[in-house]
C-alpha cells in the first residue's frame, strides 16, 4: 500500500499512535502527568485551593526568593492553558505547548538523542529561560519599565520549556521549512501581546523569546557537532537512553 495515499497516511497515523508510548515513553508519561494534573487543578480541586497553588507554584521573583525549588519544579507540572476552550487564544497557546512543543517535539527529541537528554532540554529550558527572565525583569524594574505587581505576577506552565523544543526542532523539519518554522517559533509568542509596559513586551513574552534563543543555540550546537563528526568519518552521535 502507498503510504502516500489517504488510507495508507491513516494506517502509519494509527501505527504512530499505538506505537507512541513504546517509542516516546518519558513523552507519555510526561503527557499523562500533565493531563492528570490539570483535570485536578482545574476540576476537581476546590477554586480557591486551585488558585493557591497557581500562586505559589508561580515563577514570579516573591516565591524564586522564597521557594525557588517548590515553584521551578511545580511550575513545569501544569500547563497555563484550556482544554474545552477551542476557540480561545488559550486553546491555541495549548495546542502549540503541549501539542507541539510537548507532544511531538518532545517526543522527536527523546527519539533522537535519548530521554534523559531530553529531559534535559526542557527542563535546562524552562529553568535557564525562567532565571533568565528574572534577571531582565530586575533590570526592567529598577528602570521603571514593569510595574512593581510584577513581582506577584503568575506564571506557571511548561511554555517555557515547550519553547526550547520548538526551537530545537528546526532540526528535524526538511531544510527548505527550516526558516518559516524558526519564524513562526519566534511569532507565535508576539502574537497575543497588547500595549508593551515600556521599552520591553511583557515579561512573559520576553521568557519565551529567551527560551526559543536557548534552543536555536542548541540546534546549531547540535547540527556544527554532527557536521564535525561526519568530516572526522565518526558517525552521528549514539543516542543516550
Known amino acids: 500500500m502507498n503510504a502516500r495515499t489517504p488510507s495508507g497516511l491513516l494506517t502509519g497515523l494509527l ?10 515513553p518519558l513523552t507519555f508519561g510526561y503527557v499523562v502527568l500533565l493531563l492528570t494534573g490539570h483535570v485536578w487543578v482545574e ?4 477554586a480557591d485551593r486551585a488558585d493557591a497553588l497557581r500562586d505559589h507554584i508561580s ?9 525557588p525549588v517548590t515553584a521551578l ?7 497555563d492553558g484550556t482544554l474545552t476552550e477551542i476557540l480561545s487564544t488559550g486553546f491555541g497557546g495549548t495546542l502549540i505547548t503541549l501539542g507541539l512543543g510537548v507532544c511531538c517535539c518532545l517526543a522527536w527529541a527523546e527519539r533522537r538523542f535519548g530521554s534523559l537528554r531530553a529531559a534535559a532540554v526542557l527542563l535546562g529550558g524552562h529553568i535557564g529561560a525562567t ?3 528574572t534577571a531582565v525583569i530586575l533590570l526592567a524594574l529598577r528602570h521603571g519599565w514593569y510595574p ?3 513581582r506577584q505576577a503568575s506564571d506557571y506552565g511548561i511554555s517555557y520549556g515547550a519553547q526550547t523544543l520548538l526551537a530545537l526542532a528546526t532540526l528535524a523539519v526538511p531544510r527548505w521549512a527550516r526558516l518559516p518554522w524558526a519564524a513562526f517559533v519566534v511569532a507565535w509568542p508576539l502574537s497575543g501581546d497588547g500595549e508593551w509596559p515600556g521599552p520591553l513586551p511583557a515579561f512573559t513574552t520576553v521568557g519565551h523569546l529567551l527560551a526559543a534563543a536557548l534552543g536555536f543555540t542548541l540546534a546549531i550546537t547540535v547540527a556544527l557537532t554532527a557536521s564535525r563528526r561526519r568530516a572526522e ?3 552521528p552521535a549514539p543516542a543516550e537512553r
Do not use: C, K, M, Q
Not at 501505527?15 to 516516546?24: D, G, H, Q
Not at 476540576?43 to 476546590?46: D, G, K, R, V, W
Not at 515563577?59 to 521557594?67: F, G, M, R, S
Open 233 to 235: 568519518g565518526l558517525g
Open 131 to 133: 532565571l533568565i527572565t
Open 73 to 79: 519544579l511545580g511550575s513545569a507540572l501544569l500547563f
Open 59 to 67: 515563577t514570579n521573583l516573591d516565591n524564586l526568593h522564597d521557594h
Open 148 to 150: 512593581e505587581s510584577v
Open 43 to 46: 476540576n476537581l480541586l476546590a
Open 15 to 24: 501505527r504512530a499512535v499505538r506505537t507512541y508510548p513504546r517509542r516516546s
